[in-house]
């Protein structure tokens, strides 16, 4: 069983920052974030293997967002730099338990568990 409670969320001004933290209890094989706009998909953003340290990143944020492991691997953190209005979402915390064989990270069925999610809002 894993647990994911997300932080950092708030409001900022475009070309700002903001750095998003889950804190994940129990053993996971990987995770990620998403964001859903409202009317829209949720979205991939980023994914870390929690095994090798290998991230994935989407084009859409790649130069600008990085996802890495906390310290003491209870945590998993997005910082988000460069942040344009459309950024604005809601980012939620997913967690992949089991092994994966064939890995697809972005894919959000892939993922057993989320959090609730956290705002993020960007001003022009």
């Known amino acids: 069983q894993v647990q994911l409670e997300e932080s950092g969320g708030g409001s900022v001004q475009a070309e700002g920052s903001l750095r998003l933290t889950c804190r994940a209890s129990g053993r996971k094989y990987a995770m990620a974030w998403f964001r859903q706009a409202p009317g829209k998909d949720r979205q991939f953003v980023a994914a870390?293997?929690?095994?090798?340290?290998?991230?994935y990143v989407s084009g859409d944020v790649k130069g600008r967002f990085t996802i890495s492991r906390g310290n003491d691997g209870s945590t998993v953190d997005l910082q988000m730099n460069s942040l344009k209005s459309e950024d604005t979402a809601v980012y939620y915390c997913a967690a992949r338990q089991r092994y994966m064989y064939f890995p697809k990270y972005s894919e959000y069925s892939e993922y057993e568990y989320w959090g609730r999610g956290t705002q993020a809002t960007v001003s022009s």
């Open positions: 870390i293997n929690w095994s090798d340290g290998r991230t």
